[in-house]
């Protein structure tokens, strides 16, 4: 889980604002070169409860540039701040 500067986001049936994230399912798309090698990922959108517990408001998909995999490496933080930051979100 990721922190995240605080944004309000419209989800049915209303607005709710998410400040924290999190990876559940990274794809990776094969490509031959492997340098064309890219990822989609669902990230899931949310806030901390007063006991830390990560409380999900929404999911959404996101992918990742040929460049931004090559630089993953073995870092699932990274993947997830990449995928936030394709969403437009602001990792802090």
């Known amino acids: 889980m990721i922190k995240l500067k605080p944004v309000t986001i419209n989800t049915l049936p209303g ?3 998410i400040d924290r994230a999190q990876s559940s399912l ?12 890219t990822a989609n990922g669902e990230v899931q959108l949310g806030t901390e409860d ?6 999900v408001a929404v999911s959404k998909t996101a992918a990742m540039t040929p460049e ?21 979100l602001e990792p802090v």
Not at 26 to 37: F, G, L, S, V
Not at 50 to 55: E, H, M, S, T
Not at 68 to 88: F, K, M
């Open 15 to 17: 607005e709710v604002t």
């Open 68 to 88: 931004q995999y090559a630089a993953w490496g073995t870092d699932d933080a990274y993947a997830t701040e990449v995928l936030c930051i394709n969403l437009g």
């Open 26 to 37: 990274i794809y990776i798309q094969m490509a031959t070169p492997a340098k064309e090698r």
């Open 50 to 55: 007063a006991d830390g517990n990560f409380v």
